[in-house]
């Protein structure tokens, strides 16, 4: 019996039930006959590629065209590659592409792509697709920002340096990772990134490493016109301020979105400003806040947020969540915020949570929240199944290049399963049994946590369930657990 990886809307087969046949094939739609197993059918990349209009989209790149392949051919066989089993293009070259590897490494290592226009050409076409085939409300839409880790092995990898990873809370060689996401009710798709490095605090080892190896870095000349540059600076830049600008190049590109969400590390007074700031729609915020020197204006006095907690006396108690909790509304540079502060059980870590929207009541606010946790799932898929982060070439563009392709399989995926009612069968992960999680996302992730909560308040009163979420995250088996946990009992109710 073939065992099966079901996470979020993805069910994946192990690599080694995948082979292709067919050793010299020069055009992507011949890969169409050439699958030992049925489940897997290329119809619909081929189906997917023809609703996208990939040709038309990719136009402008015509001109990249190389030795006889054109963009949007080299670009099919790179989007293709998970889905048949394979982690790079290496391995498909040796086995299945005619086109030879170095073709594919000079269009992911040139500097002339700008592949931040690439995926939001895919992003906004993904959201008129869904808007003209939607007619029903979907709920609320919400962009998300966050981090993640992306640990490498080669030291001499462009930009590269020991970054701090708060899950194994240590300094590791990798990259940060800088995500904006849309949620628009029912799916989440990635819409932009920007890729970090930090330069540490020993001055004898810049970013973390010596002074031999840092020297040792690749490097490569680029023209400040090119997209490359730009990614270039980004890497020293805070992750507050090229979120800031993803956030403003979100609204730019027209997306509709209620609220922007967030957690502590994200929430400041920039982000406020910049979401009080937008003019062509009505935008909140929601983020978890910890930054305890800002003071308030509570009842014409300043105060931090704690001190305001401590005056505001006895809190409630939220009987469907296991919350106890306390809300107010405050001044920051004289213009209105509401605070709730929350915590499980009567001796559990407070929390923080601050918004733009005074009317929300705590557990709309919780519930808003809580789809925050989408983008979670989406660095957990994309790491398990579609190879995040395992680009080593040494060349930075080629690693912007390929976390891109990866935001552009995403969209691919969650396309398909939107079409298709929320049911993955057939043609890209097909389900082992006939039974299907039918429930949204949304609501899976809120029941997830609200079981977690129900736990830790009863038993673990002095756990704390953002802590026990990051590992759940970060632990395969137990997330493979608690989400078999979740299908099983919506498949019974």
Same mark, same amino acid.
């Given at each position: 019996?073939?065992?099966?990886?079901?996470?979020?809307? &993805?069910?994946?087969?192990?690599?080694?039930?995948?082979?292709?046949?067919?050793?010299?094939?020069?055009?992507?739609?011949?890969?169409?006959?050439?699958? !030992?197993?049925?489940?897997?059918?290329?119809?619909?990349?081929?189906?997917?590629?023809?609703?996208?209009?990939?040709?038309?989209?990719?136009?402008?790149?015509?001109?990249?065209?190389?030795?006889?392949?054109?963009?949007?051919?080299?670009?099919?066989?790179?989007?293709?590659?998970?889905?048949?089993?394979?982690?790079?293009?290496?391995?498909? !070259?040796?086995?299945?592409?005619?086109?030879?590897?170095?073709?594919?490494? =000079?269009?992911?290592?040139?500097?002339?792509?700008?592949?931040?226009?690439?995926?939001?050409?895919?992003?906004?076409?993904?959201?008129?697709?869904?808007?003209?085939?939607?007619?029903?409300?979907?709920?609320?839409?919400?962009?998300?920002?966050?981090?993640?880790?992306?640990?490498?092995?080669?030291?001499?990898?462009?930009?590269?340096? =020991?970054?701090?990873?708060?899950?194994?809370?240590?300094?590791?060689?990798?990259?940060?990772?800088?995500?904006?996401?849309?949620?628009?009710?029912?799916?989440?798709?990635?819409?932009?990134?920007?890729?970090?490095?930090?330069?540490?605090?020993?001055?004898?080892?810049?970013?973390?490493?010596?002074?031999?190896?840092?020297?040792?870095?690749?490097?490569?000349? =680029?023209?400040?016109?090119?997209?490359?540059?730009?990614?270039?600076?980004?890497?020293?830049?805070?992750?507050?301020?090229?979120?800031?600008?993803?956030?403003?190049?979100?609204?730019?590109?027209?997306?509709?979105?209620?609220?922007?969400?967030?957690?502590?590390?994200?929430?400041?007074?920039?982000?406020?400003?910049?979401?009080?700031?937008?003019?062509?729609?009505?935008?909140?915020?929601?983020?978890?806040?910890?930054?305890?020197?800002?003071?308030?204006?509570?009842?014409?006095?300043?105060?931090?947020?704690?001190?305001?907690?401590?005056?505001?006396?006895?809190?409630?108690?939220?009987?469907?969540?296991?919350?106890?909790?306390?809300? !107010?509304?405050?001044?920051?540079?004289?213009?209105?915020?509401?605070?709730?502060?929350?915590?499980?059980?009567? =001796?559990?870590?407070?929390? !923080?949570?601050?918004?733009?929207?005074?009317?929300?009541?705590?557990?709309?606010?919780?519930?808003?929240?809580?789809?925050?946790?989408?983008?979670?799932?989406?660095?957990?898929?994309?790491?398990?199944?579609?190879? &995040?982060?395992?680009?080593?070439?040494?060349?930075?563009?080629?690693?912007?290049?390929?976390?891109?392709?990866?935001?552009?399989?995403?969209?691919?995926?969650?396309?398909?399963?939107?079409?298709?009612?929320?049911?993955?069968?057939?043609?890209?992960?097909?389900?082992?049994?006939?039974?299907?999680?039918?429930?949204?996302?949304?609501?899976?992730?809120?029941?997830? &946590?609200?079981?977690?909560?129900?736990?830790?308040?009863?038993?673990?009163?002095?756990?704390?369930?953002?802590?026990?979420?990051?590992?759940?995250?970060?632990?395969?088996?137990?997330? &493979?657990?608690?989400?078999?946990?979740?299908?099983?009992?919506?498949?019974?109710?």
């Amino acid at each position: 019996m073939v065992k099966t990886l079901i996470i979020s809307n &993805l069910t994946v087969y192990p690599k080694h039930i995948i082979m292709l046949h067919n050793k010299d094939i020069k055009n992507i739609h011949e890969l169409k006959t050439n699958f !030992t197993h049925s489940w897997f059918e290329v119809d619909y990349l081929l189906k997917v590629t023809e609703i996208f209009k990939l040709s038309k989209l990719l136009k402008s790149f015509s001109e990249l065209k190389k030795q006889g392949y054109s963009f949007t051919y080299i670009i099919s066989v790179l989007l293709i590659l998970p889905f048949i089993g394979l982690s790079n293009i290496h391995q498909a !070259t040796d086995r299945d592409i005619k086109a030879k590897k170095d073709v594919f490494y =000079r269009l992911k290592n040139n500097p002339i792509i700008d592949w931040r226009s690439i995926i939001w050409i895919f992003s906004l076409k993904f959201v008129n697709l869904i808007k003209a085939k939607t007619t029903q409300n979907t709920g609320v839409k919400c962009l998300i920002i966050d981090d993640s880790f992306l640990e490498k092995t080669g030291k001499y990898i462009e930009k590269i340096s =020991r970054v701090w990873d708060h899950v194994s809370r240590r300094a590791l060689l990798g990259f940060k990772l800088n995500v904006l996401g849309f949620w628009d009710g029912i799916s989440f798709i990635p819409v932009d990134f920007s890729l970090h490095r930090e330069k540490g605090k020993n001055k004898n080892k810049p970013f973390g490493l010596t002074k031999k190896d840092f020297k040792r870095q690749f490097q490569k000349k =680029r023209n400040k016109e090119t997209a490359s540059y730009e990614r270039i600076k980004e890497a020293d830049q805070t992750k507050i301020k090229t979120g800031i600008k993803m956030f403003k190049r979100a609204v730019k590109q027209g997306l509709q979105f209620e609220y922007l969400l967030m957690d502590s590390w994200f929430t400041c007074n920039e982000f406020i400003e910049a979401v009080r700031n937008i003019k062509t729609q009505t935008v909140h915020l929601i983020g978890m806040y910890k930054i305890s020197k800002t003071k308030f204006n509570f009842k014409g006095k300043l105060y931090t947020y704690s001190q305001i907690r401590n005056l505001l006396g006895k809190p409630k108690r939220n009987r469907k969540t296991g919350y106890y909790y306390l809300e !107010t509304e405050v001044l920051l540079d004289n213009k209105p915020l509401k605070l709730f502060f929350s915590r499980k059980g009567k =001796r559990g870590n407070w929390k !923080t949570f601050l918004t733009t929207n005074t009317n929300l009541s705590f557990i709309q606010m919780l519930k808003i929240y809580s789809i925050r946790w989408s983008i979670e799932v989406f660095f957990k898929e994309s790491k398990q199944l579609l190879y &995040l982060g395992k680009e080593q070439s040494n060349d930075f563009d080629s690693q912007i290049a390929a976390i891109s392709l990866v935001m552009i399989q995403y969209i691919l995926i969650s396309t398909r399963f939107r079409f298709e009612n929320y049911e993955s069968k057939g043609a890209l992960f097909k389900q082992s049994k006939a039974e299907v999680i039918r429930i949204r996302l949304s609501e899976r992730i809120w029941g997830l &946590l609200m079981e977690i909560l129900k736990i830790v308040t009863e038993i673990f009163e002095n756990e704390d369930e953002d802590d026990l979420m990051e590992k759940m995250f970060n632990n395969d088996k137990l997330f &493979l657990k608690i989400n078999n946990f979740i299908r099983t009992a919506n498949l019974a109710a």
